[in-house]
């Protein structure tokens, strides 16, 4: 399949890259700036210079044009502010999922995060970003004609994957490594039973593969 990748130089994007690519997908991934691509080439994937912040509709439908899955995995990252909150968590993930639609790709996989919800209240930074990332979720899922998995993780960790996890509709909080959060992004790329579903990730103790199963199976 070919898979593109928003946000395709982020800690979990790359780590994505590398299992799809081993798998045989063809991988492309976004990124902001030149100085990225290496990354992306040694991770298996196509390296895409186009920026969501500032990108028309209709140049990311081209890039997105033949794709069998999208995978929206940017976020603005620690240290940002309010604004680029809601000009990458939202903005840039609606922006996505729009070309998504325009472009005909059949199933989008979106990264959002515990706790994202449409009426969260409050003006701290944290609270808009979980306000943007519930908007942007609350986007996708009123889109006709696209199948939508959105992925909730909890606290994201460093710490080396252990293919263990806990994947429900609702899980409670909890850390995640940022290995297994790619390993379950990878399964649900080859499991399009898992289209309508919002699920939340911790870690836990069922093996990723069978957690999707199980998941996709109810």
């Known amino acids: 399949m070919r898979i593109v990748i928003a946000g395709g130089h982020g800690q979990i994007a790359l780590r994505l890259e590398r299992l799809l690519s081993a798998?045989?997908?063809?991988?492309?991934?976004?990124?902001?700036t030149?100085?990225?691509?290496?990354?992306?080439v040694e991770a298996g994937a196509e390296p895409v210079e186009l920026d969501l912040e500032s990108a028309a509709v209709e140049a990311v439908e081209d890039v997105l044009a033949g794709a069998d899955v999208a995978v929206f995995a940017a976020g603005a990252g620690p240290g940002s502010g309010v604004e680029r909150k809601q000009s990458v968590d939202r903005d840039a993930a609606v922006l996505f999922a729009d070309a998504?639609?325009?472009?005909?790709?059949?199933?989008?996989?979106?990264?959002?995060?515990?706790?994202?919800?449409?009426?969260?209240?409050?003006?701290?930074?944290?609270?808009?970003?979980?306000?943007?990332?519930?908007e942007a979720d609350a986007h996708v899922r009123s889109l006709a004609g696209l199948g939508w998995?959105?992925?909730?993780?909890?606290?994201?960790?460093?710490?080396?994957?252990?293919?263990?996890?806990?994947?429900e509709a609702s899980t409670g909080r909890g850390p995640v490594a940022r290995?297994?959060?790619?390993?379950?992004?990878?399964?649900?790329?080859?499991?399009?039973?898992?289209?309508?579903?919002?699920?939340?990730?911790v870690g836990g103790s069922v093996p990723v593969t069978v957690a999707v199963k199980d998941i996709a199976g109810n």
Do not use: C, W
């Open 100 to 134: 998504a639609v325009r472009a005909g790709v059949p199933r989008l996989l979106q990264v959002s995060s515990m706790g994202a919800d449409p009426e969260h209240q409050g003006d701290e930074v944290f609270d808009v970003y979980l306000r943007a990332k519930g």
């Open 179 to 201: 290995d297994d959060v790619a390993a379950v992004l990878a399964e649900l790329v080859d499991t399009p039973a898992a289209v309508g579903l919002t699920l939340e990730l």
């Open 34 to 40: 030149p100085e990225q691509a290496d990354d992306l």
């Open 149 to 167: 998995t959105i992925l909730k993780p909890g606290m994201l960790t460093n710490d080396a994957g252990t293919g263990l996890v806990r994947l």
């Open 23 to 32: 798998s045989g997908h063809r991988v492309a991934g976004l990124i902001r």
